[in-house]
């Protein structure tokens, strides 16, 4: 009988040839991972810390960054400045998030991840050539260049001129932002991978004279250990913030009691007040511009106000009189401009000759430092030299070795995080000039940017997946947000100002478990694919598939734009069919 | 790979002739990995009747019974009733027919089917117009909307009817909108009039049509929420007829001019008369919470 | 068993004794006898069926074609509005190849509302692919109606069991109704040739594209030329277990008559009565009885009556501007043969008018005295002063 009585299946037609436009996977890079100093691949460490995958977040971030628990508490987080989610409601507690993870490793003991950028053959080839790396300074610069080098096959020895390795996270940030034995913990795993810290051995010129009998390259990120002077009278008189600091740290208490001047606007000066309080002093804070210009975090001001901090914003010290019985700080009143500053903050100028004086027991200066020694800068512009973003490699002509200057040295926001950065450029660097020669550096180093920005990728310079990542970076009007709907951000529990006033106890907690995955899960994961299926899902043409991952049957795809437009995050991109 | 909750297995084939972001194939898509295999489609004359493919082909992997355009409703009571008399009881029947062989030609049919209490899923997958013959208006195309038959300033001066009004006044078990820009509720609502055999089950299914509606192919989903947002469309059940369900609280609702302006099939539309249709949608929206408020479901889990 | 009953019963019980199992139906007088009985026969539990209780005759044949399609054995009935709605799904269910019987019971369409005999509905289906067969008596349908799920089954094609309104369907006589065993011999349980079924998904009636339309309706046509053979084979069967038989015609002393008598339903058997009057006077008429109009039986119309000088055929029905609609097909049926005898069209009895012995009589004579057929076809019995209000302009 012939009826129309069918069961041959339609997918004979190649519906394919309809299309004009091509869909495809795109996986972008988030704002964040672009503003990260060190480029951490945010969107996917939320997204798997969204899922309660917390070991490989965090194996996700030691890609990128040895320090969650450190930067998770100290970083500046220029990534949520930007975060798209900021748009929306209120950015990500991606810091916050950063350091549950930290420390969960730390409490559990993550082992550390191998091979680190997934790729087994890379691991081997990487097993033999292995060079020897010396490591002036065990900061976080020169901690992270013996992390990542050591990671890449090279051994390093650090040497460090204090009594412990760390640098500023060890004897510049007090105990209640950064608690010993986080910092510790994550060094020891640094140590573990067999790299070497010699302590009390500062790098000296003889050394340098001699290292190209030990050494095949020397990284020196030795940081600012010395204060800028004031420059006024009396200066003598002014205790050093950051020795200050350092001393506290040290468990020596140099304080007095009574009131205190702290002259500066930057994190330093707010460590030293902040420290001041928990020892019964009574900080000022003596500024030269206003509050909303002062570097330092902004938070961290709050806090300190919070504590109970003076703030004498737009003045600045001229002399300083008196002896032990009390010292009279003279004050220049000073005025705003219109002019500002390259970064951003307003220019002042003396206010006429309007003065006031301050009655204080102690003045401590923290108005920025420099290098302890001279020859510890890189010197300017000489043959040899390869600039990049964080750092200068010099093929060094009296050592006769290629030497990276690093950390606060080279880097161009000094910041922790930044000096991690150096530390990882450093690594890149002098890897593919053991392996390819210098002039490979650029090229090769450039592939790894993240982004637009400086931040440079170890997993792409392995090879790892992220290598696909297009460098674009994905706008708050290319998601999709009728998937997201408004969260409020979780907030970590915080000590009261009347407590923390008291001890060095750490002043901000940590999210609990189900706070994170709550606020991981408030993270758009712009750009990258988290399973989501909505591709799949909406196709009208049942053209994608899971075949190990999604795939578009092109044969059927009639480029209708769906999957792309429902992607929440922007992970596919429509393109014109070459005809 | 998958972290859905929702059924994964396809029981619609590539290679259908479906526009580029058709919504009504998006729509299938998801009904049949609700109801799976053991699913029978009666399907009169619409957009599906070439979706499905013409002979030899087909783009469904359940049996489709295609029929004349007035008869979805009865001829889905015959299917049922045979395989009733074969003793299969686990088939669902399911119709599954455009708005016009639902608000119009086959009106007859399914409210004789629906006061009968047939044991079926009824399905209409609403385009708000003709659009297999290109685009004519119904009864279902909204106010203010321009299509072949209501062109220039003739656009359509009347509502569009309220479709699950009227069966629910047929005290029908069960009756349910759905819209593909919420998969989660629409497959939900597929899986309980599954379950809810033995009497007439409605199932009003927003599709967005782009080649009628002069929108992009892309913005087929995307529209389709505006919609649920807008409350223009809004999601809700009925048991029994009398018991309603607010399923999506569109709170704070969008304005419907975000809806009506991205369409080209509204693009005349002033002021005045996005006003008019706001009072309209408002007004809907307002009885509607009435009713949810007079009985409401009792809480399910 | 012999009982006497209405035609409409004839036609129920005849649906009851082939173990229908869905059958659908909308009332329309004269039809409502039939779906009424088989109501009965479900809820009593006499037949283990279905009755889909629609709400037009277009759903009552779209639900036994739905029902059809799902494999069982299905049955409708309808008349005149009835018939005229269902007219698309007609042509669906013929399309569709389901074998689906129906009772349709001749009466005329409106306006004015008629509700009595006039065969001009049923005829107006004849393109739409069903068989058509026309009934002269109660026990006459109830064997129709058994036959016609043989003849609808064997040959993937619908059967319209067609009777006269009142005149049969109303008419109450005594019909022999066969034991349950006796029609289970005759009509086996149904074996479906098309049945939808989940673990073997396919698509029924879907878009057939120009290049595979044409080969489809052909193949229905085939179909159509097979059934006299089905027909037959039927007919053997049910003469085997129930010992009658009635032919696709039957010629009523045709033998040697001058004039043929053509018609179909009651007035055939007014006609018999009046051929036998004739021949006792000495006339050479005889009649044929036209039982099957779809497919037509030309060949078998040739060997009756090819050999008559004069055929006179009485519709009663009409096709505007044509004329009588069995006088046409007859026509159109010798024209073809070898021996063509003249064809002499009259219209009688439409809207339930009387065609008593002396219309038909009337007939006979008026073409024995005509040399050749009028060109129009003849009404006969107009009555000018039929009603006193309104007039002809
Ligand atoms: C009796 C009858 N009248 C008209 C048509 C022509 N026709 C086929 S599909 C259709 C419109 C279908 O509209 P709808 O039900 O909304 O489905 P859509 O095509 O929009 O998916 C029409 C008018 C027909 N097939 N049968
Ligand atoms: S949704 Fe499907 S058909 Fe549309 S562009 Fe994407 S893959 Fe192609
Ligand atoms: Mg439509």
Redesign the interface.
Known sequence: MRISRSNVSTEINKTGSWRFVRPGYDEKTAPCSNACPVGQDIARIEMLMGQGMFPAAWETILRENPFPAVCGRVCFHPCERVCNRGEMDSAVGIHHLERFVGDLAIERAYALPHPFYGDEAETDRRATGGKTVAIGGAGPAGLAAAYFLARLGHTCDIYEADSEPGGVLRWGIPWYRLPEDVLKAEISRIVDMGVKIYCQKPITRDFMARAREQYDAVFLGCGYGRSLPLWIPGEEKVLNGLAYLHDIRGGDNTCTGGRAAVIGGGNTAIDVARSLTRLGVEPILVYRRRRQDMPAFDHEVEMALAEGVQLMPLVAPVRIDGGDGGMVLTLQRMRTTRMETAGGRCRVEPDGDRTETLMVDQVYSAIGAEPGENWLFPPEHQPGQLRMSHCILWEHPDARLPVVFGGDLTTPVKSVTDAVASGKQAAMALDTRFRHGGKAIPERLGACRVGDGTALSMEIYLSGRRKTRNPAIVPFSALNTDYFAPAERQAPPVLSPETRCGSFEEVEGAYGRDAAVQEASRCFNCGICNDCDNCRLFCPEVAIYIDGTRCINLDYCKGCGICVVECPRNAMTLEEEAS | ????P?PQT?Y???????C????A??AM?FALRALG????L?IPACCW??I?????????????????F??A??????????????GDTE?TVVAWAGDGGTFDIGF??L???V??NEDFIYVCYDNEAYMNTGVQRSSSTPFGTRTTTTPGTNWKHTRKKNIVEAFAAHRIPYAATAS??Y?EDMIRKFQRARELKGGSRFLHVYATC?TGWRV???????IA?LAVKTRAFPLYEVTDGVRYTLNHDAEPPLPVRDYLSVQGRFKHLTDDDYGEIQAMVDEDWELLKRKVALAPEEARA | MKEVVEGSHAVSEAVRLARVQVMSAYPITPQTHIVEALSEYCADGRMAARFICVESEHSAMAAVIGAASGGVRTFTATSSHGLALMHELLHWASAARLPIVMAEVNRALGPGWNIWMDQTDSLAQRDTGWIQLYCEDGQEVLDTTLLAFRLAESASLPVMVVLDAFFLSHTYEPVDIPDQASVDRFLPAFQPRIQLDTQDPFALSQMAPPGCYMEMRHDIEAGMRRIPEHYTAAEEAFASVFGRRYGMLEAYRCEDADIILAMAGTAVSTSRQVVDDLRERGEKVGVLKLRMFRPFPAALLASLAGDARKIAVLDRNFCFGVGGIFAQEIRAALYLMDSRPPVYSYIAGLGGRDVTPETIEEIYVRTKQSERPAPESVWIGLDPAACPVCRTD
């Open positions: 790979m998958i972290h859905s929702l396809d619609m084939a590539s290679g259908h002739v479906g580029p972001g058709c919504g194939t998006v898509k295999e053991k699913t029978m009666v009747a070439i499905a493919g013409s002979h030899p082909q087909t783009s469904l992997k359940v049996p489709v019974l295609h029929t004349a007035a008869t409703g009865a001829a889905a009571s015959g299917l049922r009733a045979a395989l009733d008399m074969r088939t007859q049919a409210s004789g089917a006061e009968r593909i820009a998969p782009p992009p192919s892309d913005q087929c989903i995307k929420r």
